[in-house]
């Protein structure tokens, strides 16, 4: 079931940061997977998010997002992004939230 696959997380090697692929379906149903991978992430410091290929997603995502962004700062660790669709940027645009957790545009589909 890809819609309910967990965030996959990876290693770069370079700038040592971790990187988390957000799944395409990042609604409810998936935020006990996604929740566990982004804990994992941040002892890891610095931290690399991939929302190219979120289709679906939700308020609750977006809070643990935004979650993950505000515990990061507090450690003085980074967040990037590798890439954010156009449901991310949709759905964190009608609640107020590109801006505060730095979304970049999203790419040509």
């Not at 967990?6 to 988390?20: C, E, I, M, P, Y």
């Not at 979650?67 to 990061?72: P, S, T, V």
């Amino acid at each position: 079931m890809a819609g309910k696959q967990a965030a996959r997380q990876d290693k770069q090697q370079a700038g040592g940061a971790t990187t988390v692929v957000l799944p395409a379906d990042c609604r409810m149903a998936a935020q006990a997977a996604l929740h566990a991978e982004l804990l994992a992430a941040l002892p890891g410091g610095s931290v690399a998010l991939d929302g190219s290929q979120v289709e679906r997603v939700d308020t609750a995502a977006l809070q643990l997002l935004l979650l993950l962004r505000r515990e990061l700062d507090k450690h003085g660790s980074t967040l990037a992004w590798r890439g954010a669709s156009e449901a991310l940027n949709d759905a964190a645009g009608l609640l107020g939230l590109a801006r505060i957790l730095e979304l970049p545009a999203a790419g040509p589909a």
